[in-house]
């Protein structure tokens, strides 16, 4: 997966994580969106107002999950309506207990390969187009 984290439309920094051998393109989201929030994410008390960190996703199944499919799940014992377990459980979980201890970011959705500038960025650094900045 690939991040990039901006401040006032400035790079600030470049991520890339080579994914495991047998993968799907929204474990690899799902994972993007968890190393953002456990680097970049703030507790709630702090800064609440000014600088809660948007993070932009172009994976309408992520962006559902972690801002309101889970916390359905959660409630129903980690079972979805079609009684099934959730894919990814193990992320979903992390981010989940992530968010109870109080940290946020505002996830956000963006159309995927249109363009862009920070997503087509992002999509390049997870298939290796582009290098990560040091």
């Known amino acids: 997966f690939?991040?990039?984290i901006t401040k006032d439309n400035k790079l600030v920094a470049t991520y890339r994580k080579d994914c495991e051998t047998s993968t799907t393109n929204n474990r690899e989201e799902l994972k993007a969106i968890l190393y953002t929030s456990l680097n970049y994410g703030v507790k709630k008390e702090n800064d609440w107002n000014n600088n809660i960190p948007?993070?932009?996703?172009?994976?309408?199944?992520?962006v559902q999950t972690f801002n309101d499919w889970m916390f359905k799940w959660a409630k129903n014992n980690w079972i979805k309506s079609d009684k099934k377990i959730p894919e990814n459980l193990d992320l979903i979980q992390a981010y989940y207990e992530w968010y109870q201890k109080g940290y946020r970011i505002d996830l956000r959705k963006v159309k995927g390969h249109a363009g862009q500038k920070w997503n087509e960025m992002a999509d390049g650094l997870a298939t290796g187009?582009?290098?990560?900045?040091k």
């Open 54 to 62: 948007i993070v932009y996703s172009d994976s309408n199944y992520c």
């Open 2 to 4: 690939g991040v990039v």
């Open 129 to 133: 187009r582009i290098q990560p900045i």
